[in-house]
C-alpha cells in the first residue's frame, strides 16, 4: 500500500479516526506520518516528565504569590519560567530559587538533602568552610568569656584555614 | 580507535555474560555531573559547549585518566545519523545527546564498558555497562572515574542539594542505576503486573528497552531508581539489588510452574517461534524480539540445547533499524528492513547453532 499523502513511500504509519461514529482509516509514510504528526506526537510528548514537573511546580504557586516570582541573577532564568521548562539555566539557580524549591524537591524525592557522595577537591573546600564557621562562633565565645589564651590560639587556627581557602 | 573499528564490534555487555545472566542482561549505572563555571544545557552557547569539550580532550590527555584505560572522544557532528543511532541502540550515548549533534560530544573505552556523554542534558554523563546483575562493581567504576575527572574539573557542588543538576529530577547523588531483565515467565503467567506496580510503590521505575517510553517488547524490562536525593548512592543501590533479587526469584518460579504445569505447550511455543526464526524471509521488530524471547526462554530450560543464550542480546540490537542499515551499507525503507531483519536472524541461527 502506498502512502496516501505522497503517494510514492510505503504507508507504515496507520491510524483509525472515529468521529461521532463515522470511521475513516489514513495510511501515510514515516516521514509524511512525522509531518501531520499533530496526533502522533501529542500522544507520545503529551505525558513527558517536563510538563508533569510543571505541573507540579504550577501547583505550588498560590501560596507564594505574594512576593515577585525570584529571577536567578548570574543566568537570568525567571522562576516563572523554570516552572514552564522544568530545567534549570545554571549552578546558581538552585541558590536563588532556594525557598520555592525545597516544597518541590519534597515532592520529587521526599527529602531536600543530599547524603551520599561529597566530591573530594570541591567537597574539601566544604569541609573547611564548615570547619571555619565552627572555630569562629567558638572564638566568639571565647572572648565573651575573656579566655583569651584560647581564643589566640582559634584565631591560629582560623588564619590557616583561609590561607587554605585562598 | 576509530569510529568504524566501535561502530564494528559489540559492547562487552552484549559479549560476555555476569552474575545471573539467565534472566539479567545488564546493569547500568549513570552519574549526572555539571561543571560550576559554565551555565548549564539549556542555556549553554555553542562557544561554552566547545570549551566544555575542549577541557575534557585536556582531562583524557591527562596521565591519571590514561590509567582508567583507553579512551576515544568523538564530536557528535563528525558522524552520520546512523552512526550515531547504532551507539544508541548499542546503548553506549542517548537518543538526547543523538539529537543534540552541534553541541554535544562523546567519550568511549576501548571495551565499551564506559561512556561519558558530553553536553547532553547536563555536561557529563559517566555511564557503566556490565553483563549480568552488577550493580555494586558499576558504580565503583563510575565513581573512581567520576574522581578523576573532579579532580581536573570544577563540579557544581552544594553543600545542601549535592550534585546540582540541570533538571530537578537528578539533583543529589545524580545516579541513575538500571538493571535490564529478560522476564518472560512473569509475563506468561501473567503476574508481571502485579510486580510492577509493587515496584513502582518502592520508588522504582519500569521502561523497556530503549529507555523512556520505550514499548516492554521481548519481554525486557528496565527497573531503576528514581529518587536521587535523600538517599546515599549506597542505600539506592542497595534497595534496586533488593528488588531485583526479588524479581529473580519470582521469575524463576514462574519458569518452574510453567513447566510442571503446560510443559507441552510451552515447548511448542519455544520450537514454534524457533522455526519461525530459522526460516522466515520477513519480520517485523516485534514479532522478531517476541520469538528471540521464546528461542532464549528454551534454552534456559534446556529445551533448546547447542544455541548460545547470548543470541538474545546480540540479536536484539543487531536487528535495529540503524544497525541493520551499518551492516546493509546502505539505507533502507521500514519494509526492506524485515526482509533484512529476517536474513541476519537466519544467518546468526545457522552459523551459531548445532540444530540446522
Not at chain 1, 502512502?3 to 509524511?32: N, W
Not at chain 1, 573546600?125 to 584560647?150: M, N
Not at chain 2, 576515544?72 to 543534540?100: C, G, M, N, W
Request: include cysteine.
Amino acid at each position: 500500500m502506498k502512502c496516501q499523502e505522497c503517494g510514492q513511500k510505503p504507508a507504515t504509519v496507520h491510524f483509525t479516526k472515529i468521529v461521532q461514529g463515522d470511521k475513516s482509516e489514513i495510511h501515510l509514510c514515516e516521514s509524511c506520518a512525522r509531518e501531520k504528526g499533530e496526533w502522533m506526537n501529542k500522544s507520545a510528548a503529551g505525558f513527558s516528565i517536563n510538563s508533569l514537573l510543571s505541573g507540579l511546580l504550577n501547583f505550588e504557586s498560590p501560596a507564594n504569590t505574594v512576593a515577585a516570582p525570584p529571577r536567578c541573577t548570574t543566568c537570568g532564568l525567571t522562576y516563572t519560567q523554570f516552572s514552564q521548562v522544568g530545567r534549570f539555566g545554571c549552578a546558581d539557580c538552585y541558590n536563588h530559587f532556594r525557598p520555592r524549591l525545597e516544597p518541590l524537591l519534597r515532592k520529587v524525592h521526599g527529602s531536600t538533602s543530599h547524603v551520599g557522595k561529597v566530591p573530594q577537591r570541591t567537597g574539601g573546600r566544604i569541609k573547611t568552610r564548615r570547619e571555619l564557621d565552627e572555630l569562629r562562633s567558638k572564638l566568639q565565645g571565647a572572648v565573651q568569656q575573656e579566655k583569651f589564651e584560647e581564643a589566640a590560639v582559634l584565631r591560629d587556627k582560623i588564619r590557616e584555614l583561609e590561607q587554605q581557602l585562598g | 580507535m576509530s569510529v568504524d573499528e566501535f561502530l564494528n564490534k559489540s559492547p562487552t555487555w552484549m559479549r560476555e555474560n555476569g552474575p545471573e545472566s539467565d534472566i539479567v542482561i545488564s546493569t547500568r549505572v549513570r552519574l549526572a555531573r555539571n561543571l560550576a563555571k559554565y551555565p548549564f544545557h539549556m542555556l549553554l552557547t555553542d562557544r561554552d559547549a566547545d570549551s566544555i569539550i575542549e577541557e575534557l580532550r585536556k582531562v583524557l590527555a591527562s596521565t591519571e585518566m590514561k590509567r582508567e584505560g583507553n579512551f576515544e572522544l568523538f564530536r557528535s557532528r563528525e558522524l552520520s545519523d546512523v552512526e550515531r543511532q547504532v551507539f544508541v541502540e548499542k546503548h553506549l550515548i542517548s537518543p538526547t545527546l543523538a539529537e543534540e549533534e552541534r553541541r554535544s560530544a562523546f567519550i568511549l573505552r576501548a571495551d565499551e564498558i564506559v561512556s561519558i556523554m558530553v553536553n547532553e542534558e547536563d555536561h557529563l554523563r559517566i555511564q557503566i555497562i556490565l553483563p549480568g546483575l552488577q550493580v555494586h562493581e558499576a558504580w565503583q567504576t563510575a565513581s573512581r572515574l567520576d574522581d578523576v575527572l573532579e579532580s581536573k574539573l570544577e563540579y557544581a557542588f552544594d553543600e545542601k542539594y549535592g550534585y546540582l543538576t540541570s533538571c530537578p529530577t537528578n539533583v543529589g547523588s545524580g545516579i541513575r542505576a538500571s538493571v535490564m531483565m529478560h522476564l518472560p515467565g512473569l509475563v506468561l503467567t501473567n503476574q508481571i503486573n502485579r510486580i510492577l506496580t509493587a515496584i513502582s510503590q518502592v520508588g522504582l521505575v519500569v521502561r523497556g528497552l530503549y529507555g523512556e517510553g520505550s514499548d516492554a517488547t521481548g519481554n525486557i524490562f528496565q527497573i531503576s531508581n528514581q529518587i536521587t536525593l535523600g538517599q546515599s548512592e549506597d542505600e539506592i543501590l542497595a534497595n534496586l539489588k533488593g528488588v531485583v533479587k526479588q524479581i529473580l526469584d519470582h521469575e524463576r518460579a514462574a519458569r518452574n510452574q510453567l513447566v510442571r504445569d503446560n510443559r507441552e505447550v510451552l515447548e511448542d511455543r519455544i520450537w514454534r517461534s524457533y522455526g519461525i526464526l530459522a526460516y522466515a524471509q520477513k519480520i517485523e521488530s516485534k514479532e522478531a524480539m517476541q520469538r528471540l524471547s521464546d528461542v532464549r526462554l528454551g534454552i534456559d530450560l534446556g529445551t533448546i540445547k547447542g544455541v548460545p543464550a547470548n543470541i538474545l542480546k546480540e540479536l536484539m540490537v543487531l536487528t535495529r533499524p540503524a544497525f541493520l542499515q551499518k551492516i546493509t551499507g546502505k539505507e533502507l525503507a521500514p519494509g526492506e528492513r524485515d526482509w533484512r531483519r529476517a536474513a541476519i536472524i537466519r544467518e546468526r541461527l545457522r552459523s551459531e547453532s548445532n540444530l540446522l
